[in-house]
């Protein structure tokens, strides 16, 4: 089984921790393709010479940490995971939405304004659940980011992308994959078959995007290594069995993920809606548990910034947007983007988290396992390169 990176899981890493980056994999899958003008960062075009069609899967939830807890329930990943992976970082917040769109455009989290799981519409007081989002705002204007799939259909690559059916001209989809045609699958086995066919059907350079939910929901309802996660886990084997099995001569898979996971104990949850201390001076909360943004009301800045550290003290930093911005995180981020990260932002340590218990969906509050936050468990992914 691959080794740590060499930090701890709960260590709280920087911008500028060494590695690849998430949003590096389609750059250079592009690279090996040969689409003009595509850098390869992650230096995959000479271990790929040749390879013509590419297919990159998503495991959501399959972080780095998670590689030796699942190995025993799923001997494909952990010998691939021995032997072809490396580790990448994710990006902050380490939450499906933001991955998946700097998956999908190659570039940091402040470039493409899907900063969150929940983000404030600016000049509203609407927040948007990037997952729930349909047509409103415009997918094409609140992220305005030529993603690396238009770039790879421009340059006469086949462009596929694979994930459930009910995410089909989503708000999300449209975000970070849009320039590939739409294969509806549920299930690994499903995921696997309609990635294989599109790779079978290119007649010239091929590029396939998959994506797989389960291990993720699992995770968050009954906890990382709980037995339905260890079945998941197992199911996620099958559909890389079957990928890695039925791969064209000329083709490449590349396999990684959107964050990890840290279960988070009733002990170290904090509920913002049932404590006056942390409700008073706000306008909305966004966000999620690991990842707060704070948007308040006119001059509470400093008074929320006091009456969340007294109350949260060591089990988070509570920083303005500007010193947020300042630690590079979300890479430069323009003036229409400012206003989806709150004034205020808290990011969780350790395993502790904040909820809204009575504001956010009933379920929220009630998982296992949650994400978002800068810990080197939360924002570890790994890459598996294999060839045909």
Same mark, same amino acid.
């Given at each position: ?11 709280? %890493?920087?911008?500028?921790?060494g ?6 994999v389609?750059?250079?899958?592009? =690279? ?11 230096g ?17 939830g399959l ?5 030796p807890?699942a ?24 939450t ?9 455009t190659?570039v ?15 000049g ?7 997952t #729930?989002?349909? =047509? ?18 421009? =340059?006469?690559?086949?462009?596929t ?8 001209g989503?708000g999300?989809?449209?975000?970070a ?10 299930g690994g ?10 790779? =079978? ?6 590029l ?5 939910a ?16 260890r ?5 996620? #084997? ?14 490449? %898979? ?46 509470a800045?400093? #008074? ?5 550290s ?28 400012l206003?989806?990260?709150? #004034?205020?932002?808290v ?7 904040v ?7 009933p ?19 790994p ?6």
């Amino acid at each position: 089984m691959s080794e740590s990176p060499g930090v701890a899981p709960l260590t709280v %890493l920087g911008p500028d921790h060494g590695g690849g980056r998430l949003a590096d994999v389609l750059p250079s899958a592009l =690279a090996v393709l040969g689409v003009p003008g595509s850098a390869d960062p992650l230096g995959l075009v000479p271990a790929l010479a040749g390879v013509r069609r590419v297919a990159v899967l998503l495991v959501d939830g399959l972080g780095w940490y998670q590689l030796p807890t699942a190995a025993p329930y799923a001997p494909t990943l952990a010998g691939l995971a021995a032997t072809v992976a490396r580790p990448l970082i994710a990006g902050f917040p380490s939450t499906t939405p933001t991955s998946l769109v700097s998956l999908g455009t190659g570039v940091a989290p402040g470039a493409h304004g899907v900063l969150g799981f929940t983000v404030r519409v600016p000049g509203t007081d609407r927040v948007l659940t990037h997952t #729930d989002w349909a =047509a409103d705002p415009s997918p094409l204007t609140w992220q305005p980011i030529t993603t690396q799939l238009e770039r790879a259909r421009a =340059a006469g690559v086949a462009v596929t992308v694979v994930s459930r059916p009910e995410f089909g001209g989503s708000g999300l989809t449209v975000a970070a994959n849009r320039g590939g045609d739409f294969r509806g699958a549920a299930g690994g086995e499903a995921v696997a078959a309609a990635m294989l066919a599109a790779l =079978a059907t290119g007649g010239g350079p091929t590029l396939v995007s998959g994506y797989h939910a389960d291990l993720d929901r699992y995770g968050h309802v009954y906890g990382v290594d709980s037995e339905p996660w260890r079945v998941a886990a197992t199911e996620v #084997d099958t559909m890389l069995a079957r990928l890695v099995d039925g791969l064209p001569s000329d083709a490449a %898979l590349l396999v990684t993920a959107d964050h990890g996971q840290l279960d988070v104990p009733a002990a170290h949850r904090f509920d913002l809606d049932t404590d006056p201390r942390l409700r008073a001076g706000l306008r909305l909360v966004a966000g999620e548990a690991r990842v707060r943004y704070l948007h308040v009301e006119p001059g509470a800045v400093d #008074d929320v910034l006091a009456a969340w550290s007294e109350v949260l003290g060591d089990a988070a930093r509570v920083r303005t947007r500007d010193e947020a911005v300042a630690t590079g995180w979300f890479g430069p981020v323009p003036e229409e983007h400012l206003g989806r990260i709150g #004034d205020v932002v808290v990011t969780c340590n350790d395993t502790y988290a904040v909820m809204a218990s009575r504001t956010e969906r009933p379920m929220a509050s009630k998982l296992v396992a949650y994400h978002g936050s800068d810990t080197a468990a939360e924002l570890t992914v790994p890459l598996l390169v294999v060839r045909g």
